[in-house]
T-cell receptor, first 116, second 115 residues
Framework: AQKITQTQPGMFVQEKEAVTLDCTYD???????LFWYKQPSSGEMIFLIY??????QNATEGRYSLNFQKARKSANLVISASQLGDSAMYFC?????????????FGKGTKLSVKP | DGGITQSPKYLFRKEGQNVTLSCEQN?????MYWYRQDPGQGLRLIYY???????QKGDIAEGYSVSREKKESFPLTVTSAQKNPTAFYLC??????????????FGSGTQLSVL
């Protein structure tokens, strides 16, 4: 069965420092997509970054980058130069095998708190 | 501006009552989804629809029902058969291109509580 594991329930980081949020996944599918979403206290889920299983380069989007290690089945999110507005829940997700490709499986999330 | 509108933001249900959560999108997306979020948990899929007049059960469909009569709208009814309905409900949509990079666009959610 497909599964996403986020082992860090909460993380603290000092403003302007970098932080890594961990995500490991389990799938027998050869073709899959990995996503990171941010959920501020307002509740809305905001797409951050995507990595395809066949992508040779790690994905980057501004201050966000994805450290993709396929053999280890990990897809860690790196946030550089943390800002106070980065305080939120962060969810790792994977495209589900078969069916609608927008049908994602989510991890339990990591709560990031940025300290001034 | 294009987006997904969920209403109401807060909803209270009495014992034995059915309640309906509204989700409307003006992104011209074909696919729509309902997820449930419990404290300390990730999102779990309730129902999804790839096309008008068709929908599929997700992982936790029991006690819920949906309809998709219009492309823009995907309401979720929480029936009295759902014994633990207190949760945060998120509606999402996507283009349904069939690619693995299909990203979801989310509404701002509805918090449902039981009186």
């Amino acid at each position: 069965a497909q599964k996403i594991t986020q082992t860090q329930p909460g993380m603290f980081v000092q403003e302007k420092e970098a932080v890594t949020l961990d995500c490991t996944y389990d799938t027998s599918d050869q073709s899959y997509g990995l996503f990171w979403y941010k959920q501020p206290s307002s509740g809305e889920m905001i797409f951050l970054i995507y990595q395809g299983s066949y992508d040779e380069q790690n994905a980057t989007e501004g201050r966000y980058s994805l450290n993709f290690q396929k053999a280890r089945k990990s897809a860690n999110l790196v946030i550089s130069a943390s800002q106070l507005g980065d305080s939120a829940m962060y969810f790792c997700a994977m495209s589900r095998y078969g069916g609608s490709q927008g049908n994602l499986i989510f991890g339990k999330g990591t709560k990031l708190s940025v300290k001034p | 501006d294009g987006g997904i509108t969920q209403s109401p933001k807060y909803l209270f249900r009495k014992e034995g009552q059915n309640v309906t959560l509204s989700c409307e999108q003006n992104l011209n997306h074909d696919a729509m989804y309902w997820y449930r979020q419990d404290p300390g948990q990730g999102l779990r899929l309730i129902y999804y629809s790839q096309i008008v007049n068709d929908f599929q059960k997700g992982d936790i469909a029991e006690g819920y029902s949906v309809s998709r009569e219009k492309k823009e709208s995907f309401p979720l009814t929480v029936t009295s058969a759902q014994k633990n309905p207190t949760a945060f409900y998120l509606c999402a949509s996507s283009l349904n291109t069939g690619g693995r990079n299909e990203k979801l666009f989310f509404g701002s959610g509805t918090q449902l509580s039981v009186l």
